[in-house]
């Protein structure tokens, strides 16, 4: 199975928004409402930020958004904090009953 | 609330097997849930390895399926993974995560991971 494709790096400046785009086929993200979203700092574990597309755990900020059209999932981060500076990750459930991973994002907060 | 924990060698020989073990605490390994095996080789992104019900039911990442092999110990609360054949290519940090049947792809908690290193 393919990684799902997400842009490399993104940045932008304290207070901004964001938005990571995560893509795949209509045998992933485009076939179910299973897109989750992970935040991973350096040498730490992940940490699940959104699930079933636009869901948000309990503990994560509301600045945190997902959405999906078609076969790209996207998450938002409004109010760009220094603390948002890491690595992201989608997942996706896939029609083979397996799970894929995103390829990552850095994000820098300038 | 439900905490998770690798262990297992940090060292593997080249062609030998790695075997970890995640143990599961303030929760049971028998709740409506999968467990899954989630690696990350050193700087680089994440890749699932698999799953397991409680009930034994297993799914498998295809391009890893001919060496994996993952297990329920329900007896110790805990699940195995088997990964044979190793080349330096599997050197990693292997995370469990606790997964959600009726939300596919929700992977949480982790454990903090265990860096794997195939080396001889």
């Known amino acids: 199975q393919s990684a799902l494709t997400q842009p490399a790096s993104v940045s932008g400046s304290p207070g901004q928004s964001i938005t990571i785009s995560c893509t795949g086929t209509s045998s992933d993200v485009g076939g179910y409402n299973y897109v989750s979203w992970y935040q991973q700092h350096p040498g730490k574990a992940p940490k699940l930020m959104i699930y079933?597309?636009?869901n948000r755990p309990s503990g994560v900020s509301n600045r945190f958004s997902g959405s999906k059209s078609g076969n790209t999932a996207s998450l938002t981060i409004s109010g760009l904090q220094a603390e948002d500076e890491a690595d992201y990750y989608c997942?996706?459930?896939?029609?083979?009953?397996?799970?894929?991973f995103g390829t990552g994002t850095k994000v820098t907060v300038l | 609330q439900v905490q998770l924990q690798e262990s297992g060698p940090g060292l593997v020989k080249p062609s030998g097997t790695l075997s970890l073990t995640c143990a599961v605490s303030?929760?049971?390994?028998?709740?409506?849930?999968?467990w899954s095996w989630v690696r990350q080789p050193p700087g680089k992104g994440l890749e699932w390895i698999g799953e397991?019900?409680?009930?034994?039911?297993?799914n498998y990442n295809p391009s890893l399926k001919s060496r994996v092999t993952i297990s329920v110990d329900k007896s110790k609360n805990q699940f195995s993974l088997k990964l044979s054949s190793v080349t330096a290519a599997d050197t990693a940090v292997y995370y469990c995560a606790r997964g959600y049947s009726s939300s596919w792809g929700r992977f949480d908690p982790w454990g903090q991971g265990t860096l794997v290193t195939v080396s001889s």
């Open positions: 303030g929760g049971s390994i028998s709740s409506s849930n999968w």
């Open positions: 397991i019900y409680h009930s034994g039911s297993t």
């Open positions: 079933d597309v636009s």
């Open positions: 997942s996706s459930y896939t029609s083979s009953s397996t799970q894929v």
